[in-house]
């Protein structure tokens, strides 16, 4: 199933982690439906320079650039509040900003940093920004999570969420991207009674510079996939599917792949861990949805 062209024009969407990848790729694609999209990310020369493909091949100048670092609550709570302040409705919220780090290292907020980000910070932003979402008709946010939940070794430690007594790369990414799909679970619950869908998705082994801040051997293992692995677009594809398509209006608290539901093991359904990881976060963040 490919992305078909679904008209969003005058649909505002907000994408983070967008200045290279599938977020990029995905930036761009739904420019060209006719979205107006915010671009959120930490580097302002490259969002000027996404801003100015943009332009380049749709020739609209709509884009807006909000610069913050995903790492940061502060910045978060800038970047929310930069758009809050225009009483915008947002229609969709794409939150795809990750990492994964070959070593542990910490936030200026003293969060693990995969955890900080890949969980932590979609968390955030998107507590932040719902009463924009209420404005929209039907507004949907999307994850962009991974079958590398897998790699977490089963449920969520909540001993030890920070990765403090034990640390692995893959074991902390995984932990995270098991934390994307039960935020997305729990987030559905919560809102249930609003206009905003949540959905995560797996995007498939995806060609980019994706781990590459690792040093040799991240450059190294990125390089050797990258003939076997999915194209930007193709990664993704799920997203915008998630983002755009008629076919999943109302239907909220899953997990997707190919753009289609894809089952899930037991550890990334468990409602009991999903509630908890949600209450967790609000005291860790300092936001709540109340």
Not at 120 to 135: A, C, D, H, N, Q
Not at 251 to 274: F, I, L, S
């Given at each position: 199933m490919g992305i078909k062209n679904v008209d969003m024009t005058g649909k505002q969407v907000m994408v983070t982690g967008c200045t290279a990848g599938l977020g990029r790729a995905g930036?761009?694609?739904?420019?060209?439906?006719?979205?107006?999209?915010?671009?959120?990310c930490r580097n302002r020369s490259k969002g000027e320079k996404l801003i100015a493909e943009i332009k380049r091949k749709t020739g609209r100048d709509d884009c807006c650039l909000y610069v913050g670092d995903m790492a940061s609550l502060a910045d978060i709570r800038a970047i929310a509040a930069s758009f809050n302040e225009k009483a915008l409705p947002l229609d969709v919220l794409f939150n795809n900003a990750g990492v994964v780090m070959q070593?542990?290292?910490?936030?200026?907020?003293?969060?693990?940093?995969?955890?900080?980000?890949?969980?932590?910070?979609?968390?955030?932003?998107?507590?932040?920004?719902m009463e924009s979402l209420k404005r929209a008709p039907a507004a949907r946010v999307v994850c962009t999570a991974s079958d590398a939940y897998k790699f977490a070794g089963g449920r969520l430690n909540f001993d030890d969420l920070q990765c403090e007594g034990k640390y692995?790369?893959?074991?902390?990414?995984?932990?995270?991207?098991?934390?994307?799909i039960l935020f997305a679970r729990e987030l559905a619950k919560r809102i249930?009674?609003?206009?905003?869908?949540?959905?995560?998705?797996?995007?498939?082994?995806?060609?980019?510079?994706?781990?590459?801040?690792?040093?040799?051997?991240?450059?190294?293992?990125?390089?050797?996939?990258k003939p076997i692995a999915r194209s930007t677009l193709k990664g993704a594809e799920t997203g915008i599917y998630l983002c755009t398509s008629k076919d999943v209006e109302g239907k909220?608290?899953?997990?997707?792949y190919n753009c289609a539901p894809n089952p899930t093991r037991g550890d990334a359904v468990n409602d009991d861990?999903?509630?908890?990881?949600?209450?967790?976060?609000?005291?860790?963040?300092g936001a709540s949805l109340d």
């Amino acid at each position: 199933m490919g992305i078909k062209n679904v008209d969003m024009t005058g649909k505002q969407v907000m994408v983070t982690g967008c200045t290279a990848g599938l977020g990029r790729a995905g930036a761009i694609k739904l420019a060209e439906m006719g979205a107006t999209i915010s671009v959120a990310c930490r580097n302002r020369s490259k969002g000027e320079k996404l801003i100015a493909e943009i332009k380049r091949k749709t020739g609209r100048d709509d884009c807006c650039l909000y610069v913050g670092d995903m790492a940061s609550l502060a910045d978060i709570r800038a970047i929310a509040a930069s758009f809050n302040e225009k009483a915008l409705p947002l229609d969709v919220l794409f939150n795809n900003a990750g990492v994964v780090m070959q070593e542990r290292t910490t936030t200026q907020d003293g969060f693990e940093t995969t955890f900080g980000v890949n969980h932590l910070g979609y968390f955030l932003l998107t507590v932040l920004l719902m009463e924009s979402l209420k404005r929209a008709p039907a507004a949907r946010v999307v994850c962009t999570a991974s079958d590398a939940y897998k790699f977490a070794g089963g449920r969520l430690n909540f001993d030890d969420l920070q990765c403090e007594g034990k640390y692995t790369t893959f074991g902390a990414y995984g932990s995270s991207k098991l934390a994307n799909i039960l935020f997305a679970r729990e987030l559905a619950k919560r809102i249930a009674n609003t206009n905003i869908t949540v959905n995560a998705f797996h995007p498939g082994m995806v060609g980019s510079d994706f781990a590459k801040n690792n040093g040799f051997i991240g450059r190294i293992a990125m390089t050797l996939i990258k003939p076997i692995a999915r194209s930007t677009l193709k990664g993704a594809e799920t997203g915008i599917y998630l983002c755009t398509s008629k076919d999943v209006e109302g239907k909220t608290g899953g997990y997707y792949y190919n753009c289609a539901p894809n089952p899930t093991r037991g550890d990334a359904v468990n409602d009991d861990d999903a509630k908890q990881l949600f209450d967790v976060s609000e005291k860790l963040v300092g936001a709540s949805l109340d």
